[in-house]
């Protein structure tokens, strides 16, 4: 149940919509949003029963869920915070769920903070690091090492098609780190330059595979060839509890917009009036479903690869360094037995 009979206040919504839309975006992020969403629901909730109050934030539990399918942080988000909700009367939920929601936000920045110390030490002063997308894990590692004194550089790559790596360069200019900016086309060559691939994730499997942006993979075999070391920072949120089950990861299918206007699709297929993409493809998201076109162009978008443990040198964690294959042992410690999903019922 969704809208205003579910209980699920607005501002729940608006953050479900900047998550689809990516107004808010990048794992740690959509993790905070959710975390805070949950928190505003709690505080502005009307319920006048213990049992409505739970039923409306399992239901903003859900429609925060619904929203992108691979950053493992989100779920991971919510269920924290709904396990932490706990009393007999509405003021006791309400007041627990916030207090939980709030040490989940405060210990999301910790946790970015001690990664980023522990994954510093894997830099050396004069390194220069090759980044892919946007990653705050990434990064605070590279702040941490300034912050020791090192001097390093950084080749960033563009990554299309919505080319984050802009923020990744922007951030680093503000620090004063010297950015060569190249297309994504252009790794391989650059990797000649390159002490360290430095990537983040949005998911880790229980195997040590990385779920990360598209191109991520690609990278890494390239790199493996070329003996540069690929670190993922990665704080133990995106560690993936379904996967000790067997599971996999679903891969986001973003809308195919973010490749090929309206124009450039009639262009292709040579009718100006024929440019409807809404019109052509099957609602972004829906992996099961490849688009569906009556031209006989499809153009597909998915948003993350999975590369294999073997391309992988480390992960670094709040916890420490990994090896891929050893973060299993990690994720039994942290999650225990899966269970299920508090909004699912
Ligand atoms: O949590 P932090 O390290 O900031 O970001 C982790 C990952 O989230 C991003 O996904 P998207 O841009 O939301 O699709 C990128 O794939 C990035 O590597």
């Known amino acids: ?87 007999d009367t509405v003021a006791a939920l309400r007041s627990s769920t916030i207090t939980r929601a709030e040490r989940f936000t405060r210990d999301l920045a910790q946790a970015q903070d001690r990664l980023g110390e522990i994954g510093s030490h894997r830099l050396q002063d004069g390194d220069t690091v090759l980044t892919h997308c946007h990653s705050t894990d990434a990064l605070a590692c590279v702040e941490a090492a300034l912050e020791a004194g090192k001097e390093l550089e950084a080749i960033v790559k563009e990554t299309r098609p919505r080319k984050q790596g802009h923020i990744t360069a922007r951030q680093l200019r ?116 490849a688009p569906v076109t009556d031209s006989g162009l499809t153009v597909e978008n998915p948003a993350f690869d999975v590369t294999p443990p073997r391309y992988v040198d480390a992960i670094v964690t709040e916890r420490g360094q990994f090896p891929p294959e050893s973060i299993v042992t990690l994720m039994r410690e942290l999650f225990g037995e899966p269970t299920d999903d508090p909004w699912e019922s």
Request: charged share 25%; hydrophobic share 40%; glycine share 6%.
């Open 1 to 87: 149940m969704d809208g205003p009979e579910s209980g699920v206040v607005p501002a729940v919504e608006s953050t479900a919509d900047d998550i689809t839309a990516m107004r808010i975006r990048g794992a740690a992020a959509i993790a905070d949003a959710a975390a805070t969403a949950l928190a505003t629901q709690a505080e502005r909730s009307t319920a006048d029963s213990p049992a409505a109050f739970e039923q409306e934030l399992r239901a903003a539990a859900a429609t925060l869920y619904e929203t992108r399918p691979t950053a493992v942080s989100l779920p991971n988000a919510l269920r924290y915070v709904l396990r932490g909700m706990d009393g």
């Open 174 to 289: 503000e620090w004063d780190v010297p950015v060569t900016l190249i297309a994504d086309n252009a790794a391989r060559r650059y990797l000649d330059r390159t002490d360290h691939v430095l990537v983040g994730a949005d998911s880790i499997a229980a195997d040590g595979s990385v779920i990360n942006k598209i191109g991520t993979s690609g990278l890494a075999v390239n790199a493996r060839e070329r003996g540069v070391p690929v670190m993922v920072a990665a704080q133990t949120i995106k560690l993936h509890p379904d996967t000790m089950t067997g599971h996999t990861v679903e891969i986001e299918m973003r809308s195919e917009r973010e490749l090929l206007s309206d124009e450039e699709r009639a262009a292709i297929i040579g009718d100006a009036t024929d440019g409807d993409a809404d019109a052509k493809t099957k609602p972004t998201g829906d992996v099961d479903q």
